[in-house]
């Protein structure tokens, strides 16, 4: 059974880092596209962050270049979000999501993933 599971939000203060990490189950994480994605109260889903099965990264902020850096570890079957000098506008539930494997790109929005977790809350308070 496919699963992804996002694991390290929290509470942080404006300036601050957290990582987040997703841990893949019932597929070979680097045998597929998978990103961050994030949705604030109220707003639209948007992208973060990819890693395409190539080996490409996309960043979907180009506003935000170098706040934010994606990692995956093969081994541990884990993809990473480092988040540094977060902001309050950073604030919204992260989730994790992967393409099918027959997709080698990342896509250009969110809706082209197939499967998700369930995501985890980031709060950064001002």
């Known amino acids: 059974q496919l699963q992804l599971v996002e694991s390290g939000g929290g509470l942080v203060q404006a300036g601050g880092s957290l990582t987040l990490s997703c841990k893949a189950s019932g597929f070979t994480l680097r045998d597929n596209s998978i990103g961050w994605f994030r949705q604030a109260s109220g707003k639209e889903r948007e992208g973060v962050m990819c890693i395409s099965r190539r080996g490409d990264i996309i960043n979907y902020m180009d506003s935000e270049k170098g706040r934010f850096t994606i990692s995956r570890d093969n081994a541990n079957n884990t993809l990473y979000l480092q988040m540094n000098s977060l902001k309050p506008k950073d604030t919204g539930v992260y989730y994790c999501?992967?393409?099918?494997?027959?997709?080698?790109?990342?896509?250009?929005?969110?809706?082209?993933?197939?499967?998700w977790g369930k995501g985890t809350l980031v709060t950064v308070s001002s």
């Open positions: 999501a992967a393409r099918g494997a027959q997709y080698y790109n990342c896509p250009r929005d969110h809706s082209a993933m197939d499967f």
